[in-house]
């Protein structure tokens, strides 16, 4: 079991109902994206942080390691927006750096600037809304709760079809390394690389094989996934928080 998984299903929130969770997490979602403001960005990501380190008690040390990923994929995006070039000859918009070199120039401008900023902010509160769901919620649950939007059937299965085959994916991988790993198959580079190429063919077969039985005991089934859910109630007071952060944060992105 991944570690992301174990929390989903041993944090202190678990016990809540998936549907409140989902609307907490994907609304403020969508509040920092149609708004794009960057304080309301900001707000979204520490409130949503909070809920995720203080009331399910996921450990701050493995949440920030899983904010690094995509905070690299971030700077790397921000860099591009942030430096721009264009010929010498050229007027250039307002900048606050310049650099010449060989009839063309490197800049930074004020607008890049405001740009990144705003990008960064918005990214910034997104991720977390989504850490928070998936640290929180299990798959299972979220499959139930898109049951429940009525979203079609064929969409929900492969989301959870998709997320089962990460583990079998990676459970024939650590078996296939394993094995080759006990047959010397990494001693030397041609042997590295003859070792990876084999075992990327083995899983794309083995991948194909199971997935082919996986419908075929589906189709057995009657071809649709049942899922189960506990029996978890609706807190009101769950909701009428929710719904006092939903309006405190449309009210203060109105009036700044």
């Not at 997490?25 to 920092?32: A, D, E, I």
């Not at 809304?129 to 009525?150: D, E, G, H, P």
């Not at 296939?176 to 190429?197: D, K, N």
Request: net charge positive.
């Amino acid at each position: 079991m991944l570690l992301i998984d174990k929390y989903a299903y041993l944090n202190r929130l678990a016990s809540v109902h998936p549907l409140e969770k989902m609307t907490l997490s994907l609304g403020l979602l969508l509040l920092s994206l149609i708004m794009r403001e960057e304080r309301i960005s900001l707000i979204t990501f520490i409130v949503m942080s909070a809920f995720t380190i203080l009331s399910a008690k996921i450990p701050v040390k493995y949440y920030a390691k899983l904010l690094l990923l995509p905070g690299f994929f971030l700077l790397s995006s921000l860099v591009s927006i942030l430096i721009s070039i264009a010929p010498s000859t050229s007027t250039l918009p307002t900048h606050i750096w310049s650099l010449s070199i060989n009839g063309w120039t490197i800049f930074v401008g004020r607008a890049s600037i405001e740009t990144a900023q705003q990008l960064f902010f918005i990214v910034l509160g997104s991720i977390s809304c989504l850490y928070f769901l998936i640290l929180t919620t299990s798959v299972q649950s979220i499959c139930y709760v898109l049951r429940l939007w009525r979203l079609p059937t064929l969409f929900v299965e492969l989301v959870e079809l998709t997320y089962r085959f990460i583990f079998i994916f990676l459970d024939s991988m650590q078996k296939i390394h394993l094995a080759q790993q006990a047959r010397l198959g990494y001693r030397s580079p041609m042997q590295w690389l003859r070792s990876i190429s084999m075992l990327i063919a083995a899983l794309f077969a083995e991948m194909f094989q199971r997935s082919r039985e996986l419908n075929n005991a589906m189709q057995a089934r009657g071809g649709e996934t049942v899922y189960w859910q506990e029996n978890v109630t609706y807190c009101m007071k769950n909701w009428i928080g929710m719904a006092a952060i939903f309006i405190s944060l449309i009210i203060y992105g109105g009036f700044f």
